[in-house]
């Protein structure tokens, strides 16, 4: 039986948050997945320079690093699509009345007739 490679600090330090962030998602709480997902950006501040996974003899560092980034990937890609759930939900709730962008605006213009002295300067 060969023995487990040893997992970089950093590494083990975003796998629990990692770890919190997916509990806070699965429980549905909004004030937790943002809290988590601010410990997570706290965790991937402080991560060590690419030499420390590129070098010799550390293929299963790389490997547990590559992991933790497809990991990574798949929550924040369900973190989006969480926030994007609320935002339908709260504009179904809320709707915000629509503003035309073109047609005609009420009362006098605001450019005061600039555009005809424009065409007589």
Do not use: C, I
Not at 27 to 35: I, L
Not at 61 to 76: D, I, N, P, T, V
Not at 94 to 109: E, I, N, R, V, W
């Amino acid at each position: 039986m060969t023995p487990q490679p040893a997992t970089h600090p950093w590494l083990t330090s975003l796998q629990t948050e990692l770890d919190g962030l997916e509990a806070a998602l699965l429980q549905g709480n909004a004030t937790g997945v943002e809290r988590a997902s601010a410990r997570v950006q706290g965790v991937l501040q402080k991560a060590p320079k690419a030499t420390v996974f590129s070098a010799p003899g550390h293929a299963a560092l790389r490997e547990q690093m590559h992991s933790a980034a497809e990991r990574f990937g798949r929550l924040r890609q369900a973190v989006l699509r969480a926030s994007a759930q609320s935002q339908r939900a709260v504009h179904s709730l809320l709707p915000q009345q629509a503003q035309p962008t073109y047609g005609h605006m009420a009362g006098p213009s605001s450019t005061g007739g600039a555009g005809r002295a424009y065409l007589a300067a």
